[in-house]
């Protein structure tokens, strides 16, 4: 079973645990997403959660993800945002490759921080709070290096 745009779109646009997640994102952020060889752009047109079916012109995050990820993300029922947050936590730090999500950041620490990128964090609450401390991301120092490093 192949993901479609459509099925796409209704969860970015449509899904009460994606609206609330993308509260805090200034309108005009880009985020990249290719799922296998398709590429979409999420952004804010208006305060409302967008997504285009065509590749971002100025992404600011870029995820690249397995079909099959993509698929899990858009069906599985989600209790909570942080529990949307550590599933896709989870497939970036997967060893396995039908399953692992790729995140590069084309903007900087201050850029991502004014633009609202923090404020998913923050709607994820305790959930992703207490999944990074597993992770050793206790302070947005070591978010701050970790997003320099991805930094492409």
Do not use: P, R, W
């Given at each position: 079973m192949s993901v479609s745009f459509d099925a796409l779109k209704d969860f970015f646009e449509k899904n009460p645990?994606?609206?609330?997640?993308?509260?805090?994102?200034?309108?005009?952020?880009?985020?990249?997403?290719?799922?296998?060889?398709?590429?979409?752009?999420?952004?804010?047109?208006?305060g409302a959660n967008a997504l285009k079916n065509e590749a971002a012109?100025?992404?600011d995050i870029s995820f690249t993800m397995p079909e099959a990820t993509a698929l899990d993300l858009i069906?599985?029922?989600?209790?909570?945002?942080?529990?949307?947050?550590?599933?896709?936590?989870?497939e970036v730090a997967s060893s396995d490759s039908t399953r692992k999500v790729h995140v590069k950041f084309h903007s900087g620490f201050?850029?991502?921080?004014?633009?609202?990128?923090?404020?998913?964090?923050t709607a994820g609450g305790k959930d992703v709070?207490?999944?990074?401390?597993?992770?050793?991301?206790?302070?947005?120092?070591?978010?701050?290096?970790?997003?320099?490093?991805?930094r492409g």
């Open positions: 645990l994606c609206i609330k997640a993308a509260q805090s994102l200034k309108n005009g952020a880009e985020i990249s997403l290719k799922v296998e060889d398709s590429f979409y752009t999420f952004t804010k047109i208006s012109t100025k992404a069906s599985k029922s989600f209790h909570s945002v942080g529990a949307v947050g550590v599933f896709l936590f989870q201050l850029s991502l921080m004014a633009s609202g990128y923090f404020g998913i964090l709070a207490e999944y990074l401390a597993t992770k050793g991301f206790t302070n947005f120092n070591k978010l701050k290096s970790v997003i320099t490093n991805l």
